[in-house]
């Protein structure tokens, strides 16, 4: 019988560390936790006609919530028939200042791909609050 230079059992990996996987998705969601990732996500959901804008409600100041009352009901990401969700690809940000977040996100929708930018920025109760949502324009 020849010698196998094998000392662990197939597919067996090292207990003492997490699966690549396990890790990666540990990151996604602390990622995703971060301001600018959350409301991209919501952000999306509500202009694809997944959720209603009121789940928006709270997390915009009456400018930018007058902004997703009046682009939600035509619902800009809407998916063609057939097509899968649109997909936060990327989620870019810069502070201009201590309080306040200038975000941009990629957005997979059909076959295009979408931009949306957005600003937030701390209320007296710490918590953020869109203050301004740019959407691109398909012509």
Not at 57 to 86: F, I, M, S, T
Not at 92 to 104: C, I, K, S, T, Y
């Amino acid at each position: 019988m020849p010698p196998t230079s094998r000392t662990a059992p197939p597919g067996r990996g090292d207990s003492r560390r997490p699966a690549h996987s396990a890790v990666l998705a540990a990151r996604r969601r602390e990622r995703d936790r971060l301001p600018h990732y959350w409301f991209a996500h919501r952000l999306v959901l509500v202009l694809s006609g997944q959720r209603p804008v009121h789940l928006l409600l709270g997390h915009a100041r009456d400018e930018a919530y007058e902004q997703l009352v009046r682009l939600a009901p035509h619902a800009p990401l809407r998916p063609a028939a057939n097509a899968p969700a649109p997909v936060v690809r990327e989620v870019g940000w810069a502070q201009p200042r201590p309080g306040a977040v200038e975000a941009f996100a990629r957005v997979r929708a059909g076959d295009r791909l979408r931009a949306l930018a957005f600003r937030l920025e701390r209320a007296r109760d710490q918590r953020w609050q869109c203050s301004a949502v740019e959407l691109d324009t398909v012509s």
